[in-house]
Structure formats: C-alpha cells, structure tokens
C-alpha cells in the first residue's frame, strides 16, 4: 500500500474516531467490497456475509476510538480482515456446526444463456464448497491471494506470516483443491 494511501486511510480513520461520519462513510466505501467478498466465499452465503460486514463495519464504529488506542491500527484493510476473520470464527464457534451452502441465484438476464448462467454457479458452489473444506489459515491465503487479489507480500503481511510460508500454504490448498474439484466421491 503507498505511503500517501495509508497516511490517507489514517487520517480518515482518526476523523473517525472523533464522530465525523463522513470519514466513515469514506472508508466504508473503500473496503465493504473487499470485506464482503472475504465473508461470502468464508461463509458461502450473500446473506450471511451481508451481515458479516455489516457487523465488522459496526463494530469498526463502536470500537474505534479505544482500537486505534490499544491496538494502534497502523494498516486499516488488514485490520479489517483481522476483524472479519475473528467474527467468522466466532460464527462457526457458536453454530458448532457446518453450514450448508447456499448462493444466491443470479440474475439469468445478464447472462448469455441459461446454461451459462447454471454452469457458472455450479462453478462457484464447488469452488466455495472446496474452499470451505480448508483450514482456517489456508482459506484465509486462498481469499486473499486469489479472490482478493493480493500479492504473495501483501497476503504475508495480512496473515502475519512469511512469504515463504504464504507460498507453502498456497501451494499445499491449491493442491487439496485441486484433488476435492477433481473428484466426484461425495
């Protein structure tokens, strides 16, 4: 992230902090996105990860002020992952259980066909369905290297882990992936 980015997104996240709304609403702007699509291929439902950032958005407005104290939040994305992954933890937690997946249906006018239209959304419930079979540090690299778009870097510094370690557990997901898309067992 540049350097004027980042003393922009502080900036913003200090005004904030003190109340000002639209500063909020600036930051919301720039990271729901990003948020949101981290929850839903997490929890494989637009409805959940819905709520999920509305809850990580909540609580960045509730807590701000003592987390820029206590935690000096220095990389705003990378907090907010933080906070997204402890709240789909805590999720998972409190279910106990493994949820069905359940994407919502595209709209088929946008589409070329019907057809295409089914076919892509079978794509992503296996790609989800095999994404969810991961460990939590595994789907969180995944998200982040290939649905985020994120380099190996910036996915080690997200992670707090080495770029060496972000390339292993690239590669050992990629693999597991690859053997649960490639087999019609279940």
């Keep these: 992230m540049p350097k004027s980015e980042s003393h922009a997104d502080q900036d913003l996240l200090h005004a904030a902090a003190?109340?000002?709304?639209?500063?909020?609403?600036i930051l919301y702007e720039k990271y729901s996105k990003h948020i949101f699509r981290y929850a839903y291929y997490r929890l494989g439902d637009r409805t959940d990860a819905e709520d999920m950032t509305e809850r990580v958005f909540l609580r960045l407005w509730e807590n701000l002020p003592r987390d820029i104290q206590r935690e000096g939040i220095q990389n705003?994305?990378?907090?907010?992952?933080?906070v997204v992954h402890?709240?789909?933890?805590?999720?998972?937690?409190?279910?106990?259980?493994?949820?069905p997946i359940d994407l919502y249906e595209d709209n088929l006018q946008g589409e070329s066909s019907a057809h295409d239209a089914i076919e892509k959304e079978h794509k992503t419930r296996e790609m989800i369905t095999a994404i969810q079979r991961l460990d939590e540090k595994?789907?969180?690299?995944?998200?982040?290297?290939?649905?985020?778009?994120?380099?190996?870097?910036?996915?080690?510094?997200?992670?707090?882990?080495?770029?060496?370690?972000?390339?292993?557990?690239?590669?050992?997901?990629?693999?597991?992936?690859?053997?649960?898309?490639?087999?019609?067992?279940e």
């Design 76 to 82: 705003v994305r990378a907090w907010l992952y933080r």
């Design 18 to 25: 003190s109340g000002d709304k639209q500063a909020f609403g």
């Design 138 to 185: 595994s789907q969180h690299v995944i998200i982040l290297r290939f649905i985020e778009g994120l380099s190996h870097k910036e996915t080690a510094k997200e992670v707090g882990i080495s770029e060496g370690h972000v390339r292993m557990i690239q590669f050992r997901a990629l693999k597991k992936m690859k053997d649960l898309l490639g087999s019609d067992d």
């Design 86 to 99: 402890n709240l789909i933890v805590d999720y998972y937690r409190s279910r106990k259980i493994e949820q």
